[in-house]
């Protein structure tokens, strides 16, 4: 039995949680801008562009569950250097550096002589991918052994959510102020200044991921016999609230992964202004994000139906998605983005709480710690959605006819925009969360009973 649980400090939750400010930092700026890059500003075809996000979504398939399965296991160093800290040292220190060369493919004609720059995307997303994962299934995995109450996620969410919301700021703001829409040597500055600052996180992140010993010793918790990684599969596909979550999760992502990615191609495209009109479409969004987090906390507290909630939280923001594209000038748009900003809220506030209940009935069905294969697949799904929302943006602009890099489109190309800015993520999210309300099984009456043998067991 472990000992009497401990929450953690301010300022090791603090540190813990800016791990959340890298991912938002470095992930929304990749969503934002390597698809633009490697479309607009190379003019390397959109199919290639599919392909290689298509590549990298397979390869993801792959290593994201198995990564977490991998170092989901103690060893001989377990209970001197830690179960997860290793592991996230390893990826995170790479992976940081690494982000540059995303936007440093090799110096040739992409519209006449795709592959070698074909190549490169294929290599370097697949390879950032993977050390992202291999951090960030740790990370993750961390988070429900180190706050381990209803309490002690609230608190850490409360304070974790508001400091990853404001690497958005920071990733929405400085590219606009340093980049040309059709200079190439712009975007590997602005790559290098964001290495800078992640380089910075990771400094900060360390000591919260650092396990003391009450938590190492609490890795040894109960004798249970370790499944294989086929084994470990099929119990989290088998789980029904693990897969509604998951299709909850995947429809959230293709909507913010649409909007973010979308902004480059609406300000100049859709708006006809210049790079820093992107600041005029994230500020308000971001600013009515951070606005929202409270109000979402107080309101699931309030409610006291974690499965509602979500509900309530998706219904509202598929409407607004679905109504963002419709601006016909600046002001308006700055209008729907706030409103768009404040019901995404929801899910940035409580996705966390939301999957933690389904890794507790995970935890009482097992009747062990072992989640690292959830927490990859959650992440494969993540980055799925990425993918999904790479291959809507390929899809309509193949579909529109949008010129690879040309300053200029048509009128049926500029309607694409608009279609994945919103319209279509719209509808996917709609199907997701109809999923989500007809078959999540975890009520409030059913998480209390979960929770009270959870605790009767030592978990």
């Known amino acids: 039995m472990s000992k009497e649980y401990k ?18 930092m470095l992930w929304t700026v990749f969503g934002s801008y390597v698809f633009f890059f490697y479309e607009r500003v190379l003019g390397l ?3 290639y562009i599919f392909l290689a996000m298509l590549i990298f979504t397979l390869w993801d398939a792959i290593d994201d569950p198995l990564l977490g399965f991998l170092t989901d296991r103690n060893t001989k160093f377990t209970k001197k250097i830690g179960k997860r800290f290793p592991w996230i ?7 940081t550096f690494l982000f540059a060369l995303l936007f440093m493919p090799p110096v040739t004609n992409a519209a006449t002589n795709p592959l070698p720059v074909f190549g490169w995307v294929v290599l370097m997303t697949c390879l950032f991918d993977s050390l992202t994962s291999l951090a960030f299934v740790n990370v993750d995995s961390l988070f429900y052994d180190k ?3 209803g309490e002690a996620m609230r608190k850490a969410r409360g304070w974790g959510t508001p400091l990853s919301m404001l690497a958005l700021p920071v990733a929405s703001i400085i590219p606009p102020l340093l980049i040309s829409y059709a200079v190439a040597s712009t975007y590997i500055f602005m790559a290098w200044i964001f ?9 900060v992140l360390l000591p919260g991921m650092y396990e003391n010993a009450e938590l190492k010793e609490r890795y040894y918790i109960g004798e249970y016999r370790r499944p294989n990684f086929i084994s470990e599969l099929k119990l989290s596909l088998k789980q029904k609230s693990f897969i509604t979550y998951i299709i909850l999760f995947f429809g ?22 210049p790079e820093w009109w992107m600041i005029l479409l994230f500020a308000p969004f971001l600013q009515f994000a951070i606005f929202g987090v409270p109000f979402w906390i107080w ?20 409407i607004s998605a679905f109504i963002t594209p419709f601006f016909t000038g600046l002001i308006d748009s700055m209008i729907y983005m706030s409103i ?69 489109q048509t009128g049926l190309a500029k309607i694409g925009i608009r279609l994945h800015m919103g319209i279509i993520p719209a509808i996917i999210l709609a199907i997701c969360v109809l999923i989500f309300y007809l078959k999540h099984p975890l009520t409030p009456e059913i998480m209390q009973d979960i929770q009270r043998q959870l605790k009767e067991v030592g978990f």
């Not at 400090?9 to 400010?21: D, P, R, W």
């Not at 040292?89 to 992976?95: Q, R």
């Not at 139906?305 to 923001?317: E, H, W, Y």
Request: hydrophobic content about 50%.
């Open 147 to 149: 706050f381990r109450t």
């Open 252 to 273: 959230f992502q293709i909507v913010t992964g649409s909007l973010t990615a979308t902004i480059p191609y609406a300000a100049e495209f859709l708006l006809g202004g």
């Open 89 to 95: 040292v390893i990826g995170i220190i790479p992976a």
């Open 45 to 47: 075809e959109t199919i």
């Open 299 to 318: 309101f699931a507290k309030r409610m006291k139906n974690n499965k509602k909630t979500a509900v309530i939280g998706g219904i509202v923001l598929c």
């Open 340 to 408: 768009l900003g404040f019901m995404m809220a929801n899910f940035w506030a409580l996705m966390t709480i939301y999957f933690s209940d389904v890794l507790q009935e995970r935890m009482l069905k097992t009747r062990s710690p072992i989640r690292g294969t959830a927490v990859g697949v959650q992440s494969f799904f993540s980055r799925l959605s990425r993918g999904v929302q790479l291959g809507i943006f390929a899809i309509v602009h193949i579909l529109t006819e949008f010129q690879e890099g040309s300053s200029t």
């Open 195 to 203: 290495v800078a600052i992640a380089a910075t996180i990771v400094i």
């Open 7 to 24: 929450t953690p400090s301010i300022l090791n939750i603090l540190s813990y949680s800016s791990s959340g400010f890298w991912s938002m």
